[in-house]
């Protein structure tokens, strides 16, 4: 069943959901025990897999850091250095600038982005659920309308209430990107890997491109262009912005907001060019940082990002594996569900024992994985694992004696 009301730019939406019987219930719990399994068993390869990839990386770095070779100069490559692991640090140069010449827009830069957004309607909702008297479940959800700039187009043909707040179907200018084809730091080239690297955007502010071209019905403020209203703003109105990365040079009265930047690279020495490099562990990388750094601050830092994405990557384990023995461990809360407090006592318990033992199997696997390269931290990670069990082990044991003597 289904009802709701409307005002202004607020939609509300009610629906009735029927609260399902005892049996029902614990079919539903049964069907999740089975998608549980899949969970768990998902879980072990994840993990494994995880501590694999770390000790691999971490490996490579230690190659990598060992057999570097430290550049002073970048003038030259020598060929004592062919396809060997080089760190060097200079200033980004490009033979040609990037331009947008739709507007007029050209500066000596790696990357030139166009950004184009529109200002449309933009639906949200909230949902409330409510218990009636009966058992069922009233759900209201609210639909609310505001307008803001998207980069993309908002489809409202699916708002709920759409007549009353409707958005072009199309941009009329359509976002773009101009690189420069090739970039050097000193005699090197640096390949498309490192030049994904240079990601820092910065504005390019309207007022100081020499040269901006400005189409009929286009004006600036601050750093857009807009074809619209400047203040008051009028759904279908578009404003446009510029950003580069990696500024390499100024020259010819361009754009004076580049400013030339430094960068530090990590990679193999392939005759002039900057190609990735293979360690024997069985990584393939290739570094590149903003600033002048040192290969020992590069690798540091690599090393830091490795382990947090392993402990990210752990923790994704555990949830899923935690989520898996929830699912199978759900029928036993539903089958004393009728008892409310054997309901809450049972859920409780479930909760731990699922929570330990999704703990300790993720530690158990994760000891597995650094047993070779680490076996200390692999035993200290196995006792960790095996103390739930062993406390149960105690517990049980001290009720059983206590029983006895009774």
């Known amino acids: 069943m289904q009802s709701g009301w409307q005002s202004g730019d607020r939609v509300t939406r009610v629906t009735y959901r029927r609260a399902p019987g005892y049996f029902q219930r614990v079919g539903n719990s049964a069907c999740g025990a089975c998608f ?18 770390a000790v691999q990386t971490a490996q ?10 430290r550049l002073h100069t970048t003038d030259m490559a020598f060929d004592s250095n062919q396809n060997r692991l080089i760190h060097l640090s200079g200033v ?8 947008d010449t739709s507007f007029g827009v050209k500066l000596y ?11 449309q ?16 479940t009233r759900q209201e959800t609210t639909y609310s309308y505001h307008r803001t700039w998207k980069s993309h187009v908002v489809n409202s043909n699916h708002f709920q209430n759409r007549f009353a707040h409707q958005n072009p179907s199309s941009m009329p200018i359509s976002p773009s990107s101009f690189k420069s084809p090739s970039v050097q730091v000193g005699t090197f080239t640096l390949s498309a890997g490192l030049r994904t690297r240079l990601n820092q955007e910065h504005t390019v502010s309207p007022q100081s491109i020499a040269g901006l071209r400005l189409q009929r019905g ?32 100024t020259k010819d009265g361009l754009t004076s907001d580049c400013v030339p930047e430094q960068v530090s690279i990590i990679a193999r020495q392939q005759g002039s060019f900057l190609a990735p490099y293979q360690t024997r562990a069985g990584d393939t990388f290739e570094l590149l940082y903003y600033g002048v750094q040192s290969a020992e601050s590069m690798f540091t830092q690599e090393h830091q990002a490795n382990t ?22 759900s029928i036993i809360t539903e089958i004393v569900s009728f008892i409310p407090i054997v309901r809450e006592l049972v859920s409780f318990g479930v909760t731990i024992f699922n929570v330990c033992l999704s703990l300790s199997l993720s530690l158990f696997v994760i000891a597995i994985g650094w047993l070779r390269y680490r076996p200390a931290l692999s035993l200290t990670l196995l006792a960790i694992g095996a103390l739930p069990y062993l406390l149960a082990r105690m517990t049980s044991k001290k009720h059983t004696d206590e029983h006895k003597r009774m």
């Open 92 to 99: 980004l140069t490009t033979q040609t600038a990037v331009e």
């Open 36 to 53: 549980g399994f899949f969970f768990v068993v998902a879980a072990f390869p994840l993990l494994f897999w995880n501590e694999g990839r």
């Open 121 to 136: 309607w933009e639906e949200s909702s909230s949902t409330h659920e409510y218990k009636e008297p009966n058992g069922d």
């Open 218 to 249: 286009q004006q600036i403020s601050g750093d857009y262009v807009y074809q619209g209203n400047t203040h008051n703003h009028q759904i279908g109105d578009v404003r446009i912005s510029w950003k580069y990365a990696g500024c390499s040079q």
């Open 308 to 329: 947090m994405f392993t402990w990210g990557l752990r923790g994704v384990g555990f949830l899923v594996m935690l989520i898996g023995f929830s699912l199978i461990t």
């Open 109 to 119: 830069a790696v990357r030139l982005e166009r950004y184009v957004e529109m200002y």
């Open 60 to 69: 490579s770095l230690d190659e990598g850091l060992a057999s570097c070779i």
